[in-house]
């Protein structure tokens, strides 16, 4: 059974940075894609960052782009989500999943992980 355990979530000002951590367990996970996705109360789930296999692709939403960074430790099964110059619209719970495919799409990611609070204050 493929387990996934979000971690780094907390409360901080607006221009902090904080460093969310997705560690994996039960599964093949240097053979997966491995995504970060958010959803704020009221919104839709909402597609973050992603990154391929052996970490050579990756991609961020527009609303991210410049300010996260996302990797991946394969020997450790562990995805990382680096989120500097927070905004308090980034202000969400942070969920890590994984698929057997390149994806923006929430549908197309098979198991999840229980998620992790970030708020930002102004």
């Known amino acids: 059974q493929v387990q996934l355990v979000e971690s780094g979530g907390g409360l901080v000002q607006a221009g902090d940075s904080l460093r969310l951590s997705c560690a994996g367990s039960g599964g093949a996970f240097s053979r997966y894609y491995m995504g970060w996705f958010r959803q704020a109360p009221g919104k839709e789930r909402e597609d973050v960052a992603s990154?391929?296999?052996?970490?050579?692709?990756?991609y961020y939403a527009d609303s991210v782009l410049g300010r996260f960074t996302i990797s991946r430790d394969n020997a450790k099964n562990t995805v990382f989500l680096q989120m500097n110059s927070l905004k308090p619209e980034d202000t969400a719970v942070y969920y890590c999943?994984?698929?057997?495919?390149?994806?923006?799409?929430?549908?197309?990611?098979?198991?999840w992980g229980q998620g992790t609070q970030v708020t930002v204050s102004s």
């Open positions: 990154i391929s296999w052996t970490g050579g692709m990756t």
């Open positions: 999943a994984v698929s057997p495919y390149s994806s923006r799409s929430p549908v197309r990611y098979d198991y």
